[in-house]
């Protein structure tokens, strides 16, 4: 697609309205045939309510109102701040008629009203921003969209995350005549309005571009059906997550980026941790604390827990738990001594397993059994050869499987074709998978077999790797099917021996950077 800055003749000339504030003409995009309009409209309605697609410095965006459910009562700001809002917009659409009239488009009418609240990722550097959206429809074949932010008066005051204008529209004129007369344009209302052309700054047509971009591209995906390939937040609700996610970074991440003490990224090592404890911490309250289980009566432990951040930030959270691994990292002596005491040096060897031979003696390492109190919540996150012995140890769990390992502690690929999926695996894990695919699917299926329900969630952390699959119910009533034993899974892999081995050999080797 080329998207062209503004055409010499009609399109470049501000327009003004009745009040004289002035419309920027910036972008326009021929050819557009979003058959019929509502293709346009539902692409639209999705950035409003996810504004993060259009810049990732935006997390979420908050509807305070929405014509098609609430009432103007039901608004979530104030109801004088509403009826001035409403005055406001009432004027807003008066001018917009209009603009829209000077475009030769009859009849424009409010099919609906959005007041959103946009959060920004980095609240420290910008404030939320309170906008309304307004859905205009224009007659047969035409409809806009108008953003019109809340109590900004200049490009000052103007979040970073915002193009620095007081009103962005966004209009979609189709006719029968031909498909090159369809358009998609971009108009700014400034801050400063001149009546001549004037040169945006750089920044400014940029976004212009971009939002012209993506309202463009999802239109025509609507129109091709497109579907999402991966679903998010399936489990927890996205706001529950990113508001216990924000609150953790504010209060953990600077203090543990400066002092970290491993060679590994800090950025990515503790910002994925973060996210991982705020999605555990939602998790928990939805199904213990919720369920009047006390949050210190949730008792995890973090199997391979390498640097022992997850470990640290719920343990400073109010969890009872700990975490251990094969190898101490340097990292937990930053850690205050409360949460030292709960980071081991031990060896997994399951109980299951232990029929194989273990060569190797023990070397005065200290081994874990893996038989954990009932009910103890299990946390395999990226733990390599642990990945598929989590489901079989008869406990609720999270794995986030990362590199392919079989039940003999061994690297291995497992097999990337349809026929062992689950049929609750999501659409796109129908088709040949990935060696990651693959790993994520087995260790759901050994989950199921072994009488879990299994759930699925797509975790927003910063790793390609973050598939993750939960056992926390177990399955019952019509669901039953057969139900395979641990050893029986193990018989069906083909044995374990060699996993004690492995595992101890990676004592005497330099962890990597995970
Ligand atoms: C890829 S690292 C991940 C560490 C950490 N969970 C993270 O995400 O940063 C895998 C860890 O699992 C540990 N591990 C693997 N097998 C183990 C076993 N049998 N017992 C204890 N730790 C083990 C390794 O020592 C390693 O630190």
Same mark, same amino acid.
């Given at each position: 697609?080329?998207?062209?800055?503004?055409?010499?003749?009609?399109?470049?000339?501000?327009?003004?309205?009745?009040?004289?504030?002035?419309?920027?003409?910036?972008?326009?995009?021929?050819?557009?045939?979003?058959?019929?309009?509502?293709?346009?409209?539902?692409a639209?309605l999705n950035?409003i309510?996810?504004?993060?697609?259009?810049?990732?410095?935006?997390?979420?965006?908050?509807?305070?109102?929405d014509?098609?459910?609430?009432?103007?009562?039901?608004?979530?700001?104030?109801?004088?701040?509403?009826?001035?809002?409403?005055?406001?917009?009432?004027?807003?659409?008066?001018?917009?008629? $209009?603009?829209?009239? &000077?475009?030769?488009?009859?009849? *424009?009418?409010? =099919? #609906? !009203?959005?007041? +959103?609240?946009?959060?920004? %990722?980095?609240?420290?550097?910008?404030?939320?921003?309170?906008?309304?959206?307004?859905?205009?429809?224009?007659?047969?074949?035409?409809?806009?969209?108008l953003f019109?932010?809340?109590?900004?008066?200049?490009?000052?005051?103007t979040?970073?995350?915002h193009?620095?204008?007081?009103?962005?529209?966004?209009?979609?004129?189709?006719?029968?005549?031909?498909?090159?007369?369809?358009?998609?344009?971009?108009?700014?209302?400034?801050?400063?309005?001149?009546?001549?052309?004037?040169?945006?700054p750089?920044?400014?047509?940029?976004?212009?571009?971009?939002?012209?971009?993506?309202?463009?591209?999802?239109?025509?995906g609507?129109?091709?059906?497109?579907?999402?390939?991966?679903?998010?937040?399936?489990? $927890?609700?996205?706001? &529950?997550?990113?508001?216990?996610? *924000?609150?953790? =970074? #504010? !209060?953990?991440? +600077?203090?543990?980026?400066? %002092?970290?003490?491993?060679s590994?990224?800090?950025?990515?090592?503790?910002?994925?941790?973060?996210?991982?404890a705020?999605?555990?911490?939602e998790?928990?309250?939805?199904?213990?604390?919720?369920?009047?289980?006390?949050?210190?009566?949730?008792?995890?432990?973090?199997?391979?827990?390498?640097?022992?951040?997850?470990?640290?930030?719920?343990?400073?959270?109010?969890?009872?738990?700990?975490?251990?691994d094969?190898?101490?990292?340097?990292?937990?002596?930053?850690?205050?001594?409360?949460?030292?005491?709960?980071?081991r040096?031990?060896?997994?060897?399951?109980y299951?397993?232990?029929?194989?031979?273990m060569?190797?003696?023990?070397?005065?390492?200290?081994?874990?059994?893996?038989?954990?109190?009932?009910?103890?919540f299990?946390?395999?996150?990226?733990?390599?050869?642990?990945?598929?012995?989590?489901?079989?140890?008869?406990?609720?769990?999270?794995?986030?499987?990362?590199?392919?390992?079989?039940?003999?502690?061994?690297k291995?690929?497992?097999?990337?074709?349809?026929?062992?999926?689950?049929?609750?695996?999501?659409?796109?894990?129908?088709?040949?998978?990935?060696?990651?695919?693959?790993?994520?699917?087995?260790?759901?299926?050994?989950?199921?077999d072994v009488?879990?329900?299994?759930?699925?969630?797509?975790?927003?952390i910063?790793?390609?790797?973050?598939?993750?699959?939960?056992?926390?119910?177990?399955?019952?009533?019509?669901?039953?099917?057969?139900i395979?034993?641990?050893?029986?899974?193990?018989?069906?892999?083909?044995?374990?021996?060699?996993?004690?081995?492995?595992?101890?050999?990676?004592?005497?080797?330099?962890?990597r950077?995970?």
């Amino acid at each position: 697609m080329v998207l062209t800055s503004s055409d010499p003749e009609p399109f470049n000339a501000p327009i003004a309205d009745t009040l004289n504030q002035l419309w920027h003409p910036v972008v326009q995009q021929n050819g557009c045939v979003f058959k019929p309009v509502e293709h346009f409209e539902v692409a639209m309605l999705n950035l409003i309510f996810h504004p993060n697609i259009n810049s990732t410095s935006i997390m979420r965006a908050d509807v305070l109102y929405d014509s098609s459910i609430d009432s103007p009562k039901d608004v979530a700001i104030s109801y004088e701040d509403y009826e001035t809002k409403e005055k406001e917009i009432c004027c807003e659409i008066e001018k917009l008629g $209009i603009l829209l009239r &000077s475009n030769r488009v009859e009849g *424009v009418r409010i =099919k #609906r !009203r959005i007041i +959103r609240e946009i959060i920004p %990722r980095n609240q420290d550097k910008d404030l939320p921003m309170r906008q309304s959206c307004l859905l205009l429809s224009g007659g047969a074949g035409s409809s806009s969209i108008l953003f019109l932010p809340h109590g900004i008066e200049s490009p000052e005051s103007t979040p970073y995350y915002h193009p620095a204008v007081s009103g962005i529209l966004l209009h979609y004129t189709s006719t029968r005549a031909h498909n090159d007369a369809n358009t998609l344009q971009l108009f700014y209302r400034l801050f400063s309005p001149s009546p001549e052309t004037v040169a945006l700054p750089n920044r400014l047509e940029r976004t212009a571009l971009r939002l012209l971009a993506t309202a463009y591209k999802h239109s025509l995906g609507v129109m091709n059906g497109y579907q999402k390939r991966v679903q998010h937040d399936v489990v $927890i609700d996205k706001v &529950s997550f990113q508001d216990t996610y *924000v609150s953790l =970074k #504010r !209060r953990y991440a +600077r203090d543990l980026v400066s %002092r970290w003490v491993e060679s590994t990224d800090p950025k990515k090592h503790v910002f994925e941790d973060l996210a991982i404890a705020a999605f555990l911490m939602e998790l928990w309250d939805a199904r213990y604390t919720e369920k009047g289980c006390a949050k210190n009566n949730i008792s995890f432990v973090d199997i391979g827990c390498g640097n022992g951040v997850l470990v640290y930030i719920l343990i400073m959270e109010g969890y009872t738990g700990y975490g251990f691994d094969a190898r101490r990292r340097k990292t937990w002596e930053i850690f205050p001594d409360l949460v030292q005491d709960c980071l081991r040096e031990e060896v997994l060897v399951p109980y299951l397993c232990l029929d194989t031979d273990m060569e190797t003696g023990n070397k005065g390492l200290i081994f874990h059994d893996g038989k954990f109190p009932e009910g103890t919540f299990l946390i395999g996150n990226h733990s390599d050869e642990l990945t598929p012995w989590i489901p079989l140890l008869g406990q609720p769990f999270m794995v986030i499987p990362c590199c392919s390992h079989a039940l003999s502690g061994a690297k291995y690929r497992y097999r990337t074709s349809i026929e062992l999926r689950l049929e609750s695996a999501p659409r796109h894990n129908q088709q040949k998978l990935s060696t990651y695919g693959a790993l994520v699917e087995h260790v759901a299926k050994t989950a199921h077999d072994v009488g879990w329900v299994v759930e699925r969630e797509m975790l927003r952390i910063p790793s390609t790797r973050n598939a993750a699959i939960i056992g926390v119910e177990r399955r019952s009533g019509d669901d039953m099917g057969r139900i395979w034993t641990a050893e029986d899974i193990i018989r069906r892999e083909g044995g374990a021996a060699g996993f004690s081995d492995r595992v101890v050999a990676l004592t005497s080797k330099k962890p990597r950077s995970h």
